[in-house]
């Protein structure tokens, strides 16, 4: 089965600061691979994925991931941390059932607190 | 622009009670998700929906019930409610595919089960 781990619960950085949000995944075949945000009280919302192709990946908001194949990592990456980035993220894969659809697994989420 | 749409925002409950939450959909989405939000736990899926009239388990399904009667709508049946079932619940949708469709999330019914 696939799988997703996030080994921080919490990341801090300081504002302007490079800020780095890990992910491990465990997949047979090729893995799908996504970044969600949630804030308070809100939802999760879509900041990138992964499905094949250049390793760097670009979302929304400046983020961007990259995809380590060597190391089974996505990590989440920003070059300069916002307060307003401070908010709780989702790593997540995607499963393939035995009938042929899908469903996505999810991290137990990192919040990240931007210090300003 | 109305996306995922769920209702109640907030409930509370005393066990044994019965509730049903409604999750409705302006995409024309095919897939359709039910997942409980609980602190150190990220997201577990409880009950999915790959189109109008299809129901399939998830991860945690046991005590609720679903159904899909109407592509736009997929709702999630507490039978008895019970403490442990107090949760935050997230519905979602995607597009069917083959490439990875992103999830849209509503923003979450508050469940507390007294």
């Known amino acids: 089965a696939q799988s997703v781990a996030q080994p921080e619960d919490q990341v801090n950085v300081a504002e302007g600061n490079p800020l780095t949000v890990k992910c491990t995944y465990s997949?047979?075949?090729?893995?799908?691979l996504f970044w969600y945000v949630q804030y308070p009280n809100r939802g999760l919302q879509f900041l990138l994925k992964y499905i094949t192709g250049d390793n760097l990946v670009k979302g929304s908001y400046g983020f961007e991931a990259e995809f380590n194949k060597s190391q089974t990592s996505f990590h989440l990456k920003k070059p300069s941390a916002l307060v307003s980035d401070s908010a709780l993220y989702f790593c997540?894969?995607?499963?393939?059932?035995?009938?042929?659809?899908?469903?996505?697994?999810f991290g137990t989420g990192t919040r990240l607190k931007v210090l300003a | 622009n109305a996306g995922v749409t769920q209702t109640p925002k907030f409930r509370v409950l005393k066990t044994g009670q019965s509730m049903t939450l409604l999750c409705a959909q302006d995409m024309n989405h095919e897939y359709m998700y039910w997942y409980r939000q609980d602190p150190g736990m990220g997201l577990r899926l409880i009950h999915y929906s790959v189109g109008e009239g299809t129901t399939a388990k998830g991860e945690v399904p046991d005590g609720y019930n679903v159904s899909r009667l109407k592509k736009q709508n997929f709702l999630l049946g507490l039978e008895s409610a019970a403490p442990s079932q107090t949760s935050v619940y997230f519905c979602a949708s995607s597009r069917q595919g083959a490439q990875g469709q992103p999830q849209h999330f509503g923003d979450g019914t508050r469940l507390s089960i007294l």
């Open positions: 997949v047979s075949g090729n893995p799908y």
């Open positions: 997540a894969v995607r499963d393939s059932t035995t009938s042929g659809t899908y469903k996505y697994i």
